[in-house]
C-alpha cells in the first residue's frame, strides 16, 4: 500500500510534473544543479564514454527529436548499467530507491538493470506497492486547478498541453495505479540531466528520456512498482 503524511494533503502526479514545468525556463542554468562530468575515458561501472555517448545519443525518430544528452552534466554512477542486485520478486518488477535515486528492473538471475533517477523532494516522498495502470508516448499534460491558482503562468495549459519536448510529462510516461486507481503519481521521462540524482518532484520519479524509452518498451501493463523508503 502506498503511504502518504496525510498532513501534506492530496499530491498529485500531475502538480509534480507542474513543479517541474515551472523549473524547466531556468533549471539549465542553475550551477548549484551542475553534476560530476565523466572522469577520464571510463565511466563508473565501466561504460566508456563513447558507449555512453551511444547509449544517451539523440533520439531523430521519435516524434518529437529528442536530443543527446548531455552526460557531462550527469554523475556517472548514474548511468545505465546491468548490475547484481538480490530479489526475490518477478521479473520486470520495478523497484525504485529514492535514497540513492536509482530505478530498478528485476532481470533475474540475481541481475537488475539500474536507471538513475530523480526523485520527491523533502516533504512529498512517498513509499509503498502500486502497478503500472497505463503507458502513455508523447501524452498531454493538464495543470491541477491548484496549481494554476498558485502559478498563474500554467493557466494557457488548463485544457492541456500538447505533446513535445517542453511537456513535463516528457516523451513516455508510466502511471502508477492502486486497488484500480489512479494513485497521480507517474515514472516519466525527462530531457534535464542536471535533475538526475535530485529531489525535485511533489511524487514523481523521472528519468532520462533514452533510459524511459528502455524502461517503457520492457514494461507492460501491470507491472509491480516498489518505493522503498528514503
Known amino acids: ?44 561501472g565501466g561504460m ?8 544517451y545519443g539523440p533520439l531523430p525518430d521519435e516524434r518529437f527529436p529528442v536530443p543527446a544528452v548531455n552526460i ?20 520486470g518488477t520495478i523497484i525504485v530507491d529514492p535514497r540513492r535515486y536509482y ?3 528485476i532481470e533475474g538471475g540475481g ?6 533517477a530523480n526523485v520527491g523532494r523533502a516533504g512529498f516522498l512517498w513509499s509503498g506497492e ?6 502513455a508516448e508523447w501524452p498531454i499534460w493538464t495543470p491541477p486547478k ?29 502511471y502508477l495505479y492502486q486497488n484500480g486507481a489512479y494513485t ?11 535533475t538526475i540524482g535530485r529531489g525535485i518532484s511533489s511524487g514523481c520519479v523521472g528519468l532520462l528520456t533514452q533510459d524511459m524509452v528502455d524502461l517503457y518498451e520492457k514494461t507492460a501493463v501491470n507491472t509491480k512498482v516498489i518505493v522503498l523508503q528514503a
Open 111 to 116: 541481475y537488475a538493470t539500474r536507471y538513475g
Open 1 to 44: 500500500m502506498i503511504s502518504i503524511d496525510a498532513s501534506q494533503g492530496a499530491v498529485s502526479c500531475t502538480t509534480a510534473q507542474a513543479d517541474d514545468f515551472s523549473r524547466r525556463s531556468f533549471l539549465a542554468g542553475l550551477a548549484a544543479f551542475g553534476a560530476l562530468g565523466l572522469a577520464g575515458c571510463v565511466a563508473t
Open 146 to 174: 491548484e496549481m494554476i491558482a498558485r502559478q498563474p503562468e500554467a493557466a494557457p495549459y488548463a485544457n492541456g498541453m500538447a505533446p513535445g519536448l517542453d511537456n513535463p510529462l516528457g516523451a513516455r510516461t508510466l
Open 72 to 91: 557531462d552534466k550527469v554523475n556517472p554512477k548514474y548511468l545505465r548499467q546491468r548490475v547484481r542486485y538480490s530479489s526475490d520478486e518477478a521479473v
Open 48 to 55: 566508456s564514454r563513447a558507449e555512453a555517448e551511444r547509449v
Open 130 to 135: 502500486a502497478y503500472i495502470g497505463r503507458k
Open 103 to 105: 530505478v530498478y528492473r
Open 184 to 194: 497521480l503519481y507517474t515514472i516519466y521521462s525527462t530531457i534535464m540531466p542536471e
